[in-house]
């Protein structure tokens, strides 16, 4: 059964960091790219980051440039979201998702490129 499992969310204060993590399970998890996806309430999923299967290109949301990095271990595997500088408006519910053998910037930053998901791990940040 594949199936991907996010964790690390939670309550948070602006300025303050957290780290979510993605545990995937059921296939060979070095072939899928990771990407990071975000939901606020009332508004569409948009793209946050994503990492090719490889591990040597990532991409980021230009509103989250500079603050998070995505990466990933493929002995444990995990992919990591490490987000610093948080602020109000990164207040969502966060979700992981694989895409076999991504890595073209196109596509990976296309949700509907991807496969499986996880459930989710909500993110607030107060002001």
């Known amino acids: 059964q594949v199936q991907l499992v996010e964790s690390g969310g939670g309550l948070v204060r602006a300025g303050d960091s957290l780290r979510l993590s993605c545990v995937a399970s059921?296939?060979?998890?070095?072939?899928?790219?990771i990407g990071w996806f975000r939901q606020a309430p009332g508004k569409e999923r948009e793209f946050v980051a994503a990492i090719s299967y490889s591990g040597g290109t990532t991409h980021y949301a230009d509103s989250v440039k500079g603050r998070f990095t995505i990466s990933r271990d493929n002995a444990k595997n995990t992919v990591y979201l490490q987000m610093n500088s948080l602020k109000p408006e990164d207040t969502a519910i966060y979700y992981c998702?694989?895409?076999?053998?991504?890595?073209?910037?196109?596509?990976?930053?296309?949700?509907?490129?991807?496969?499986?998901w996880g459930q989710g791990t909500q993110v607030t940040v107060s002001s």
């Open positions: 059921g296939r060979t998890f070095s072939y899928y790219a």
């Open positions: 998702a694989d895409q076999y053998k991504g890595s073209s910037v196109g596509p990976i930053k296309d949700l509907y490129e991807y496969d499986v």
